[in-house]
């Protein structure tokens, strides 16, 4: 069996000792590459993924320590505790002109691209029932956690090195007050199991390059207003009137800005799987307004036979959140939805064989590391310098500022 890697807290980092293997993503808000630290490990054979965010950017700072506190919190003293479908901190470096943080490298692209990558673009039912199991349990202990996470998108699903799901990119995330005590007795159970289990996927640090290309363009989430945004006070953290999102994921109660709670979460549930079922979102749209029109408005089509999958779809993008599954009774009322029948959660990591396995190819990577460094300070400084953006790529599900609402 593979021995676990030894525990480290997250540790200080220094910009002057990491080397710039390449860049994995750009969003809204920061630059990830795929780094190596010079001080800890001269050859580049343990690279990991660093967020690194221009603190001058507009929300940059303020979303970049949300981010932070949160993986923090994902970042348990002991390791037995560490989520296999959430990153775990690793360090962090503060700078005048830079925040970044450090996450396990995830080289197997995320589901956006892996998408892209199927017949049809299309994932089967069965390849479906997989990541949506994984993301499922990451969204119940983050929930358990009392954080909302308000992002869920393909791109924001990550594909580890052992081929299972890994959720990132938390600064839309908001702590809000646990809703009731069947969720919590569930996550206690969960927990103990977890401890009990001792074998977790982790995010194996040394790890190779994908074959996958990376040639899309995320689409980036958006603070936005509301359609309709009405002064409403809640007390405790109950629920957050913030509207956040990527447009075609955003729920109608975030539109309607009526406040909104764990519910969203369990919408967009619904939209991805309806994304990896059909290869478009349910109330896409010519333009943003006309998307917002239909999430509010109309009810998504399935094509095709009827089967357990719509069905599940169907009662996961209910307009009304009360009567959304999932509302009343969290992730173990969703758990218990047919579409599920036969799924051993407790053994996820260990039963499932993942659908896809990132290629190793450790040396390949190492020449990277020797070949092809970016500095990161001076990749900034030359992204201030050029003054034109390529255009953005068919896939992109723009970056919006919603000003029209
Ligand atoms: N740990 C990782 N391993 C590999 N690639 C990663 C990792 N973290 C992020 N990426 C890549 O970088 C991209 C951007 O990362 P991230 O979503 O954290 O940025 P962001 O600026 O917060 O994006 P958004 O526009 O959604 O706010 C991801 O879609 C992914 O392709």
Known sequence: MESDPPYSPPVSLELENLKAIKVLGEGAMGTVFLVYDTATDPTGRSPFALKVVQRSKHDADRRARLEIAVLEKLSPANPEFQHPFLPRLLGHLHTAEFLAWAVPYCPGSDLHVLRYHQIDRVFSPVVIRFYVAEVLCALEHLHSLGIVYRDLKPENILIQQSGHAMLTD????????????????????KD??????????????????????????????????????RKLSFSNEERSNSFVGTEEYVSPEVLRGHGHEFAVDWWSLGILCYEMLYGTTPFKAENRKETFRKILTKEPDFMGERNTLTDFIGRLLKKDPKKRLGYHGGASEIKEHPFFEGVNWELLTEVNRPPFIPPRDEDDLTEKATAEELDIKEYFARLKATTSLPPPSPQFRGNVSFTEF
């Open 170 to 189: 938390f600064d839309l995330s908001r702590n809000l007050k646990k809703k009731n005590s069947s969720e919590s007795s569930t996550d206690e159970k």
């Open 192 to 229: 103990r199991y977890w401890l009990f289990r001792n074998t977790f996927i982790r995010c194996i640090p040394a790890v190779p390059d994908c074959r996958i290309e990376r040639t899309f363009v995320k689409s980036k989430s958006a603070r936005v207003s509301p359609v309709n945004r």
